[in-house]
């Protein structure tokens, strides 16, 4: 498959090896997969912006596919991630990069511009809006809260619970039941029930992704195990803590949000309402906001549509 012949390499940022796909040169954008994924979730939008004249880089993020994976969830808080990819960029000698998230990759995305906007030249968010940090409640009691203990976020809060309940499935099975998620509401199982079990594994596959694609998902997620992925939400209590001193602060950096209107509790909770409304763009001034048709993985799902939108946004830069 072509897809297995992507140019890679192993970088070292941040105390950590990491495994990146690499094409094309340019300015340089980088491609943050999320939750369960690898630089593969952007196949396509590596080589349609390569070959619009951009140096594009997609990693294996911490604890992914053939980077590092470090045990413990405090080496999964916001300030690691971000410093990751600020490595990355060193690593190429650029004082710049249009950042592009997916995701968890998202939040990177949002976190690395308000940590350090003077290293992101664009930002480009997939999925998950940038989310206010509540002053009284932490991250999982506030999701508590709001969806109980059932709530799939709750759920992989205690080590190796998930990673157990996964395990009674093969891992191409795991795969399906991810990417191929067409639910709109929140992930909440009925009580008693994991989330992996609650997650339907579909009878057919939608005519965006092929069996052998999730094989090679599967084929990496065996090899690498589900431990750093699942740490990242280990690490969102830890992360409320830490990000105390940014209280209040805005999303100063240019950004395009996408998302789909079929997206997990996109209906839900007054998040379109937020994302529509006046109160994202009173966080993050100097944003634009498209909402397609599709679901949770929308660069894979609706590959063309978003490259489109990235090349659009990217362009814009070249026009000011």
Same mark, same amino acid.
């Given at each position: 498959?072509?897809?297995m012949?992507?140019?890679?390499?192993?970088?070292?940022?941040?105390?950590?090896w990491?495994?990146?796909?690499?094409?094309?040169?340019?300015p340089?954008v980088?491609l943050?997969h999320?939750?369960?994924?690898?630089?593969?979730?952007?196949?396509?939008?590596i080589?349609?912006?390569a070959?619009?004249?951009?140096?594009?880089?997609?990693?294996?993020?911490?604890?992914?596919?053939?980077s590092?994976?470090? &045990?413990?969830p405090?080496?999964? !808080?916001?300030?690691? /991630?971000?410093?990751? $990819?600020?490595g990355?960029?060193?690593? *190429?000698?650029?004082?710049?990069?249009?950042?592009?998230?997916?995701d968890?990759?998202?939040v990177?995305?949002?976190?690395i511009?308000?940590f350090?906007?003077?290293?992101?030249?664009?930002?480009?968010?997939l999925s998950?809006?940038?989310a206010?940090?509540?002053?009284?409640?932490?991250?999982?009691?506030?999701?508590?809260?709001?969806f109980?203990?059932?709530?799939?976020?709750?759920?992989?809060?205690e080590?190796?619970?998930?990673e157990?309940?996964f395990?009674r499935?093969?891992?191409?099975?795991?795969?399906?039941?991810?990417?191929?998620?067409?639910?709109?509401?929140?992930?909440?199982?009925?009580?008693?029930?994991? &989330?992996?079990?609650?997650?339907? !594994?579909?009878?057919? /596959?939608?005519?965006w $992704?092929?069996?052998?694609?999730?094989q *090679?998902?599967?084929?990496k997620?065996?090899?690498?195990?589900?431990?750093?992925?699942?740490?990242?939400?280990r690490?969102?209590?830890l992360?409320?803590?830490?990000?105390?001193?940014?209280?209040?602060?805005k999303?100063t950096?240019?950004?395009k949000?996408?998302?789909?209107?079929?997206d997990?509790?996109?209906?839900?909770?007054?998040?379109?309402?937020y994302?529509?409304?006046?109160?994202?763009?009173s966080?993050v001034?100097?944003?634009?906001?498209?909402?397609?048709?599709?679901?949770?993985?929308?660069?894979?799902?609706?590959?063309?549509e978003v490259?489109?939108?990235i090349?659009?946004?990217?362009?814009?830069?070249?026009?000011?």
């Amino acid at each position: 498959m072509e897809f297995m012949f992507q140019q890679q390499q192993r970088i070292k940022t941040n105390g950590i090896w990491m495994n990146i796909a690499e094409e094309g040169t340019g300015p340089l954008v980088l491609l943050l997969h999320g939750f369960p994924e690898l630089w593969f979730s952007w196949r396509h939008q590596i080589k349609y912006l390569a070959n619009h004249g951009y140096h594009v880089v997609a990693p294996d993020l911490r604890g992914y596919g053939d980077s590092d994976s470090p &045990i413990s969830p405090s080496s999964y !808080t916001i300030f690691h /991630l971000v410093g990751d $990819i600020i490595g990355i960029i060193d690593h *190429f000698g650029e004082q710049q990069a249009f950042v592009v998230g997916h995701d968890w990759g998202a939040v990177i995305g949002w976190y690395i511009s308000l940590f350090r906007p003077d290293r992101v030249k664009g930002l480009v968010s997939l999925s998950a809006p940038f989310a206010p940090r509540s002053p009284k409640i932490g991250t999982v009691a506030s999701m508590r809260q709001m969806f109980g203990d059932s709530y799939y976020c709750c759920q992989f809060q205690e080590p190796g619970r998930a990673e157990k309940a996964f395990a009674r499935y093969d891992y191409l099975t795991v795969m399906k039941k991810f990417l191929l998620i067409n639910k709109t509401d929140n992930l909440v199982a009925p009580p008693g029930m994991e &989330i992996i079990d609650y997650l339907e !594994t579909p009878s057919w /596959l939608p005519p965006w $992704i092929t069996e052998a694609e999730l094989q *090679f998902y599967a084929d990496k997620f065996q090899e690498s195990g589900f431990t750093g992925p699942l740490n990242y939400y280990r690490a969102m209590d830890l992360n409320w803590e830490f990000l105390a001193p940014w209280q209040g602060s805005k999303v100063t950096v240019r950004t395009k949000f996408i998302i789909g209107d079929k997206d997990i509790g996109f209906e839900e909770c007054g998040v379109r309402e937020y994302i529509e409304g006046g109160m994202f763009k009173s966080l993050v001034p100097n944003l634009d906001v498209v909402v397609l048709d599709g679901h949770h993985f929308i660069q894979q799902e609706k590959a063309h549509e978003v490259s489109a939108e990235i090349l659009s946004f990217l362009c814009s830069f070249s026009e000011v």
